[in-house]
Structures are given as structure tokens and as C-alpha cells.
């Protein structure tokens, strides 16, 4: 069989508590027994969370919440088109313009309103010493407690407001929403009338002096008139060229009638003079007259008739006489006519020209007159002139006013109720199902900050992770829990715990590629962990395994081997080290097949100064030589320093290590003090472990 040497044991490289782990890999299944762990206190904790929350819910106040919409437009909708629009001119005097409405509904003064209407202050209770308050105190009381009940929201970019009430009384809360919307509306409409009232009040001022300034302007110019003598040819109303004096009409007139007559004389004597170099017959107005061609028609029948009869008798023949008679009468006839109309052309002309005459003498005498009124007819005209500016004054505010007194009746308001509030049938706050809810998820978040603390604070060993990641150690095995009042003998050959022992012996021969070594301690940070139970099984394992195995109780302070498999203790290693007696006298052969056992022997006093003597090592080597491996029990790390001396000797140590019994801060301090002292450790061992409680997974 290959023998090992003690500094084939790989070293353990030393802990770097600076360093960081490669990975941030969260370990679910160490969660999950984590809080399994700890189920009872999280159960405690969210139980107590539950019950504070049910004692919210029984000892809150319950208030009821209703909301009323109302829209507030820029720009109220026009009742007459002499109405005034008003409209901002951007999106900043639009923010200004809402937020200027919402201060308003948020004033004291529309509080005070609603508190009137809806006799808020006569539910006000006395004051705390019983004290009767005056009417303004409760007044004041009740603006107080409406405003504090009271909030308002304009969502973005919206122009509807919400108006919310909280209070305890499902009806008042809904009264109360609805009274602000519709006090902010009469309100709104108040002060808009009172702007109209003091715009009537004002032009009705504005109109009375207009009034006396025109009538005083319209006796000037009459008395200026009358002063003048000026007479107004318009009768006042005056024309598109301003006022025109009689004189002045006339002269105009008569100018124009000049000038027809001008055109007349003109005609007529054009007339006169064709008439007078043109024979009577062949003038027009002898050929067009009707009479002319009258007898111009018979005169032909007649002169037809006469020719006919001519053929048939003599001139001298009476009837042909008589019809010679009557052509020179139709011929004198038409003379006669032809000689009056050339007459009455002449006296057309005549008459035209008389009129001419006349017109311009007329003319002339006015022109004279008309520039004597013109100096007159300044000053009357500055008068008139201020008279009409009096008038135009008057007519516009006369017509603004009876505008603004139309408009006061029909009032128009930018605010309108969109919705009203409802009664609530039941209470916004305390709300259960959130309330519960809250509670259970506060007292979870702070049984899972306890169970944080407590994991941090709690540095017990738990798990085969806990080992590994605590001493930076490998896990040779994991031994289950086992019942307390099984022997050590019991305990090694039962079925389950048989198997964690050999797969322990198995760990034992892989910690080194040349084999098992020849020495092997076993240690542990306190007592009770089971490092005497694991040694004995890994002793017995390798015994029945074929080796020659000898197993050392270095526990000389309180050796127990001798009393768990029925030997001898009245010599043991102790009689060894005091030279007392020899090792193969000590040893007890054939405890079990291939199995010698040397007990610990009777207690010393100073067991440290026995293990410190150089002999121990040359008893270690002398067990090397007689057998394959030699299996050490050592006493507990902390405090004593006979696991030192011993793990310095030996070929290779194993820490023992209690399942929730063992502190990590105590046995990362003895692997640290075994590691300083030059123990060549391979490796750790996990005792008395519950799988079923840590959800053990194979």
C-alpha cells in the first residue's frame, strides 16, 4: 500500500474576505429555506400587521368624498353681438386665466358663500370649555372647516375642474360640491352684472352732459341765425357740401336755370332761323302737325276728284266750280296753319330770350347778396359743425347705453356645471379592502427586513452552503440528525447514517492525489459536535475496507471512546506521553476486525503540556508505520490548544461542524487557528443535519 507523506495534502489557500464574488446569481433555493426558517416569525409578523390594520379599520373615522365638474371657458357664448369676447391671445394668458378662476373658487369669500347657503355655522358646536360662540366665531369655524374639507383639480390640458368634498356625512359632502359649483356660477354672474352696472351708471353720466352739450350748441346756432339773418336751406339737415344759406340756394338755383334757358333760347332761335329760310309747307313742324296733314290728305282726294272730273266736264260746269272752290279753301287753309306755326316759333324765340334776360339780371343781383352771406355763413357753420360732433356724440353713447342695458338682462357666464355631485353610498375612507391589503403587505416587508436582520445577525451553520461559504472550506459530507439516545455504536450502523459515514471515507481517500493519508485528525470549534462519532465511523469504515487502522481518543480532557464501545480506560495515550507505559502496551487490539483502539487514559491536569511534548509526534510516526492510517479524536479548537499540538502532527485534518449548533464567527476563528499553526486542513464535515427541515435536494 502507497504511503503519503504529510506535505501532500494540498494547502487551503487562504480566505480574501475583500474579495467579491464573480457573480451576483441569486440562490432561490437558500431563499426559500431562509424563509422557511423563519415562517413563524413572518406568520407573527404579518398576523400583528393584520391586526393593527383591522383596528385601523375599527377606530378610523369614516369620511365620504363627492365631486362636482364644472368647465371654465375663456370666452362666454354670445347672447348679443354687442357683446365683449374675451379670449386670451396664448397658451400663457390661458394658464393664467384658469389659474386666476381657481384661486377665485379656492377665496375665502366663495367659502363664506357656501356657508350662508347652506347655514354651515349653526352646526358648529360650542367651544371646548362649553363656551357659547358668537355668531361670527362660528361663521369663522365653519369658512375654516369647509376650506380644509375642500380640494380642486384641473387635470392638464383640460379646462374642467373638479370640485371634492371630504367630510363624515355622505349628504352634506354632495351639498356642499354642488353649492360651490353653483355659488362660483353666481358669483361669476354678479360680478359680471356689476361690471355692466357700472358701465350704465357711467354712460348714463356720459350721456346726460352729451345731451346738454348738444342742446347748448343748437341754441347757439339758432340764436347766431336769427342774429344773422341766415336762413338754412336744408331745413338743418344739411347736405353732403355742409349747410347751404337760402341766399346761396337760390343763387345756385337760379344759376341752373340760367343755363337751361341758355339751352332753350338757343333751340329756339336754331328753329326760328330754319323756319325762316325754309318755305312754310316744307318746315317739320308744319309736316308733322296733325292738322297740316289732315288737310293736306283731304286736299289730295279733293285734287284727285277734280282731275277725275276734269276728264268729264268743263271748267264751268258748277260742280266743278265748286270743287275749285274748295281746293283753293283747303290750300288757304293749310296757309293759314303753315303761317301760325312759323309764328309761334318766332315767338318761342322771343320768350326765350326774354327769360335769358331776365334769369341773368336776377343772377346778378344775387351774386352780390350771396357774397355777403358766405362771410355771414362762417361762424354759422363752426356752429353747425359742433352741433353735429354733439349730436354724433350723443347718438353713439345713446345707443352703447341702451346696448349695456339689454345685455344686463341676459347675461351671459363662461362657467357651466358639467357634473353634479351624487350622494356616496358608501365611505371613501377607511377603505377595507386596501387598508387589509396595506397591512398585509407591510407586515411582509417587515418580516422580510426581521428575517434580513436576523439572517445578519445570526451567523449560525445550517447548511452544507453555510460550511463552504463561512470556512471556505470543501464538504467531505453531510451526516444527518439522528435521535439523541441511540449509542455511538447505533448511531454508525444505521441505514441512513451508514451511508453519509462511507461516502465520508470516500471524501477522505480524494482529498489528496496520493490517497488517504497516513494520519487524520478530527476537530471540531466546540464540543458535542460529533467529531468522536465521525472519526470512530471513518475508522471503522477504513477497517472494513482491509486496512489496518488504529484510532487515537486525543481527547484528554473528557474521553468518552472507551465508555461508548465497552473498554478499558486505565491506560491510554495520556500513561503514553507520561512515559508511563509504552504505546503497544496502551493499544487495545482487535476491538474490531483490523481495528486497534488507543484511549485517551485517565484525566490530567495539564493535558496542553503533555500534547506539546515532542514525544507526540514520534508516537504519531511510530502508529504511521504499524498501520495504514491512523484515525485522531482531538479535543475542541477554541480555548484549549490541544487540537494545535495535534493538528500540527498529524497528516491531514478534518473540521467537524454542528448543523444549526455551530457559529460561524467560532469556527471561521478555529479554522483560522489551525491554519496559523501549520494543520494541513482537507476539508470539513456537516453533522447533524435535518434534510426535511432544509429541503435537502439530492
Not at 354642488?178 to 351708471?201: D, H, K, P, V, W
Not at 354724433?392 to 355631485?421: C, H, P, W
Not at 472519526?535 to 465508555?563: E, K, M, Q
Not at 461508548?564 to 495515550?573: E, H, R, S, T, Y
Amino acid at each position: 500500500m502507497a504511503t503519503i507523506a504529510p506535505n501532500q495534502i494540498t494547502q487551503r489557500p487562504r480566505r480574501d474576505d475583500d474579495g467579491g464574488s464573480e457573480g451576483m446569481d441569486i440562490d432561490f433555493p437558500a431563499i426559500w429555506n431562509l424563509l422557511r426558517r423563519n415562517v413563524h416569525l413572518i406568520g407573527g409578523v404579518v398576523a400583528i400587521a393584520l391586526l393593527i390594520g383591522v383596528v385601523i379599520l375599527i377606530r378610523a373615522e369614516r369620511l365620504y368624498r363627492a365631486t362636482a365638474t364644472v368647465q371654465i371657458e375663456e370666452q362666454s357664448a354670445k347672447v348679443l353681438n354687442s357683446e365683449d369676447g374675451r379670449q386670451a391671445s396664448g397658451s400663457q394668458e390661458a394658464e393664467r386665466f384658469l389659474q386666476t378662476q381657481l384661486s377665485l373658487l379656492n377665496s375665502r369669500a366663495m367659502a363664506q358663500l357656501v356657508v350662508k347657503k347652506l347655514n354651515l355655522a349653526s352646526r358648529i358646536p360650542p367651544g371646548p370649555d362649553g363656551r357659547i360662540l358668537s355668531p361670527q366665531e362660528r361663521e369663522e369655524a365653519a369658512i375654516a372647516k369647509l376650506q380644509s374639507s375642500m380640494s380642486l383639480t384641473l387635470p392638464r390640458d383640460s379646462r374642467v375642474a373638479q370640485i371634492t368634498i371630504t367630510d363624515r356625512g355622505p349628504r352634506f359632502v354632495a351639498d356642499a360640491a354642488n353649492a360651490y359649483a353653483e355659488e362660483f356660477i353666481q358669483y361669476n354672474l354678479g360680478r359680471r352684472f356689476g361690471e355692466t352696472s357700472y358701465a350704465r351708471t357711467f354712460l348714463e353720466n356720459e350721456l346726460g352732459k352729451a345731451k346738454k352739450r348738444l342742446e347748448a350748441s343748437e341754441v347757439a346756432v339758432v340764436d347766431y341765425a336769427r342774429r344773422t339773418r341766415l336762413i338754412d336751406a336744408t331745413g338743418g339737415k344739411g347736405t353732403e357740401d355742409g349747410v347751404r344759406m337760402l341766399t346761396s340756394s337760390n343763387l345756385m338755383d337760379i344759376n341752373s336755370a340760367l343755363g337751361r334757358a341758355k339751352v332753350e333760347r338757343i333751340e329756339a332761335e336754331r328753329r326760328w332761323r330754319q323756319a325762316q329760310a325754309t318755305p312754310a309747307l316744307n318746315m317739320p313742324e308744319v309736316m308733322t302737325n296733325p292738322a297740316v296733314q289732315q288737310l293736306v290728305e283731304k286736299r289730295a282726294l279733293s285734287t284727285a276728284d277734280y282731275s277725275r272730273d276734269r276728264e268729264k266736264f268743263r271748267e264751268d260746269y258748277p260742280g266743278m266750280r265748286d270743287r275749285a272752290t274748295e281746293l283753293t279753301a283747303l290750300n288757304n287753309e293749310v296757309q293759314k296753319i303753315a303761317q301760325t306755326i312759323r309764328g309761334g316759333l318766332r315767338n318761342n324765340y322771343e320768350i326765350a330770350v326774354n327769360q335769358e334776360r331776365a334769369l341773368a339780371s336776377q343772377l346778378e343781383s344775387l351774386k352780390t347778396r350771396t357774397v355777403e352771406e358766405q362771410n355771414k355763413s362762417i361762424g354759422y357753420n363752426i356752429l353747425r359743425r359742433e352741433v353735429d360732433t354733439n349730436r354724433l356724440m350723443y347718438d353713439g353713447l345713446l345707443q352703447r347705453f341702451k346696448e349695456v342695458s339689454a345685455a344686463a338682462g341676459v347675461t351671459a357666464n363662461n362657467i357651466s356645471i358639467v357634473d353634479r355631485a351624487e350622494v356616496p353610498n358608501r365611505p371613501f375612507t377607511p377603505r377595507t379592502t386596501m387598508t387589509l391589503l396595506s397591512s398585509l403587505a407591510s407586515g411582509f416587508a417587515l418580516a422580510l427586513v426581521l428575517v434580513g436582520v436576523r439572517s445578519r445577525l445570526d451567523d449560525i451553520i445550517r447548511s452544507p452552503e453555510d460550511v463552504a461559504s463561512a470556512l471556505d472550506l470543501p464538504v467531505l459530507a453531510t451526516i444527518p440528525s439522528h435521535p439523541s439516545r441511540l449509542s455511538m455504536t447505533e448511531v454508525i450502523e444505521g441505514s441512513s447514517l451508514s451511508e453519509a459515514f462511507w461516502s465520508l471515507r470516500l471524501a477522505v481517500e480524494r482529498t489528496s492525489s496520493g490517497g488517504v493519508p497516513r494520519s487524520l485528525l478530527f476537530t471540531s470549534s466546540r464540543s458535542s459536535e460529533g467529531k468522536s462519532t465521525c472519526a470512530y465511523a471513518v475508522a471503522l469504515n477504513f477497517a472494513r475496507s482491509g486496512r489496518r487502522v488504529l484510532f487515537i481518543d486525543a481527547d484528554l480532557r473528557r474521553p468518552t471512546l472507551h465508555r461508548a464501545i465497552g473498554l478499558p480506560n486505565d491506560k491510554g495515550l495520556a500513561s503514553v506521553l507520561a512515559g508511563e507505559t509504552t504505546l503497544n502496551d496502551a493499544i487495545r487490539y482487535g476491538v474490531v476486525d483490523r481495528l486497534d483502539v488507543l484511549t485517551g487514559g485517565q484525566p490530567t491536569r495539564n493535558p496542553a503540556e503533555l500534547l506539546a511534548q515532542p514525544v507526540l509526534a514520534s508516537i504519531i510516526a511510530a502508529a504511521e508505520q504499524s498501520y495504514d492510517l491512523v484515525v485522531i479524536d482531538s479535543a475542541p479548537v477554541l480555548l484549549l490548544a490541544d487540537a494545535i499540538a495535534l493538528a500540527s502532527a498529524a497528516g491531514a485534518t478534518v473540521f467537524v461542524v454542528e448543523a444549526n449548533g455551530a457559529r460561524a464567527r467560532e469556527a471561521r476563528a478555529a479554522v483560522q487557528r489551525l491554519d496559523e499553526n501549520g494543520a494541513r486542513l482537507c476539508g470539513a464535515v456537516l453533522t447533524k443535519y435535518d434534510r426535511e427541515l432544509m429541503q435537502y435536494r439530492y
